[in-house]
């Protein structure tokens, strides 16, 4: 049985867990065993698992929001109580927290931001190493584990019409020794791990006052605007919108970048973008080289034709 | 307060990964190793400003061969007060922190810190494994620790935005960038650190849960399709027919 821990953001289930039921899915299809779902909450979460291929879910009672340390003790118990073959999780800031301390408590062993799974002579996890400069396919020296799911390595899409059994488990939840005292939210946008449309600009931009073409191609096309270190760090965007190497990892669908020369630290955290669209002025840019499709032109040019044909093409 | 900072070495960003023909090792030669990043600019660097306002010792420890003595040595030019080495090439994550978790124990750390992930496995595991094996509270991704007696108040990265905790100590915590500024070794340092303690520690047995059984390269780029800055309408109909995002 593959057991998988479902995040919710008010019972909705979040985008990055419905991936890591259909990456459950993948691996059933070349590994034993049924896919059954595990959440915390009072209620029933909005979409009915069932529509994943999930047979059975089972909730754990908690009034609040519970700590990180709570749910990897409860998580544990359960895995204790269900003794799954795999436990899978998404790879999000929640996962990255527990996984490790689920794999001590658990006993089983951790295989943390998978992008695909394979059977060759044993099944294998293929995941991102080197900062996206290779791959490696790690596999279970025992029966099974625990896997994480990197975030949009998979698709989120329904496969079924089916319903699942809901059942609760009755676990304890242990006091937690972590206080959490607020929140600061980014309001109305996909945040930057999950998003599958990324506009990105960097220091090509000259100055903070002229990021409004960049919001607004964002805006046409759906995506989260991100940007490189160097503007993050003299502030002209904020630190949460920095994606490279010391800053976010990104794998959208479709990742633009806007006045950013592609050094090899920026290119650590987006190349494993599935298509990269390059504006540049500089024909020498090193981030050419990574590219899918570019465009060698001065970007104070480029982007408001760009938002401006965007805007005819969607009219029509 | 005495304060922990667990290191790894890692290739440099910038080194060519390559692998050898039967893709199972790495090939390292020509490749320049490091101290992590993340363990090295922001966990350590944050521990010595803590040593500095609060007073103790910031001790670091390294699982690896002597192979690894070079980062250890910049630890402490940085300003590490002693630096150990379990003698061991760890066969898997969790046999890290099998072995980081054994030192730990013999000491009293307030704070035990390590980088958010490291650079060439990118898994972001071992805080997580370490404070389970303590059976200490663990904060991952935090880019902002103040510490008030014993309350610390942390900046967390979540998706979307920050989370403010809040944990007393003894506890865990995986540093991001944020945290500290990054600090360059001075001539003094780096005489300092030939004086001070560099222990070799015996590992503990343990057994192998996990392994790589090959390394591939990513294919690479097929070459980079154009567009002229004057038909921006090409652009349009590669979003529209071939990327579907408009």
């Not at chain 1, 919710?8 to 990055?16: C, E, L, T, V």
């Not at chain 2, 600019?41 to 420890?61: D, I, M, N, P, T």
Request: aromatic content about 6%.
């Amino acid at each position: 049985m593959i057991l998988v821990f479902v995040e919710h953001i008010d019972f909705q289930p979040k985008k990055s867990s419905l991936e890591a039921l259909n990456f459950a899915n993948s691996l059933s299809t070349i590994d034993s065993g049924e896919v059954k779902a595990i959440y915390l909450g009072t209620r029933e979460l909005s979409i009915n698992l069932g529509v994943f291929g999930v047979k059975e879910v089972y909730h754990i009672d908690c009034e609040h929001n519970c700590g990180s340390d709570q749910i990897a003790a409860v998580l544990s118990d359960a895995i204790g109580k269900l003794s799954p073959k795999y436990f899978m999780l998404s790879h999000s800031s929640l996962g990255k927290t527990i996984a490790g301390q689920i794999a001590v408590k658990s006993g089983m062993g951790l295989i943390s931001g998978a992008v695909g799974v394979v059977k060759e002579e044993k099944v294998k996890f293929r995941k991102t190493v080197f900062s996206g400069k290779a791959y490696a396919y790690y596999g279970f020296n025992e029966n099974g584990g625990i896997v994480t799911v990197v975030p949009n390595s998979i698709s989120a899409e329904s496969s079924s019409n089916e319903l699942a059994q809901y059942s609760t488990l009755n676990l304890t939840i242990p006091q937690s020794q972590i206080r959490s005292v607020e929140k600061k939210l980014v309001k109305g946008k996909t945040p930057l791990a999950e998003a599958t449309i990324v506009v990105s600009a960097g220091r090509g931009m000259k100055d903070p006052s002229n990021w409004g073409m960049i919001d607004e191609l964002a805006d046409l096309l759906g995506a989260t605007t991100a940007c490189s270190r160097p503007v993050a760090d003299v502030g002209w965007r904020p630190h949460h919108e920095h994606v490279g190497q010391t800053g976010i990892a990104i794998r959208p669908n479709v990742y633009i970048a806007i006045g950013i020369s592609g050094a090899i630290q920026h290119l650590a955290g987006v190349n494993n973008s599935r298509n990269i669209i390059v504006i540049n002025k500089d024909p020498e840019a090193p981030f050419f080289k990574a590219a899918d499709y570019g465009i060698c032109g001065d970007l104070f040019e480029v982007v408001p034709k760009l938002n401006e044909a965007i805007r005819k093409a969607k009219s029509v | 307060m005495n304060l922990l900072v667990c290191i790894s070495k890692t290739p440099d960003t910038t080194s060519k990964i390559s692998f050898d023909a039967t893709g199972t090792r790495l090939i390292e030669e020509g490749v320049q190793f490091i101290m992590n990043p993340y363990d090295e600019w922001y966990a350590l660097v944050r521990a010595l400003e803590l040593k500095e306002k609060f007073g103790g010792q910031v001790h670091v420890v390294h699982v690896g061969t002597s192979n690894s003595e070079m980062i250890m040595r910049k630890a402490l030019a940085i300003g590490a007060d002693a630096a150990f080495r379990v003698d061991k090439e760890p066969l898997d994550s969790m046999d890290t922190a099998n072995q980081l978790a054994a030192f730990a124990k013999t000491k009293n750390y307030d704070i035990v810190f390590l980088g958010k992930e490291t650079i060439d496995h990118n898994g972001s595991e071992m805080g997580a494994m370490l404070a389970a094996l303590l059976n200490l509270p663990f904060i991952s991704y935090a880019n902002h620790l103040e510490l008030d007696g014993t309350k610390a108040t942390l900046d967390v990265e979540i998706e979307g935005g920050i989370e403010v905790l809040e944990v007393n100590v003894p506890f865990v915590i995986s540093a991001a960038k944020g945290m500290a500024e990054q600090r360059i070794p001075n001539m003094k340092g780096i005489m300092d650190a030939k004086k001070k303690p560099l222990e070799v520690i015996e590992a503990i047995p343990s057994i192998q849960k996990v392994g790589i059984s090959r390394f591939e390269q990513p294919p690479v780029k097929t070459s980079v399709r154009m567009i002229d800055p004057s038909n921006i309408d090409e652009l349009v109909t590669v979003l529209k027919e071939d990327l579907k995002i408009i």
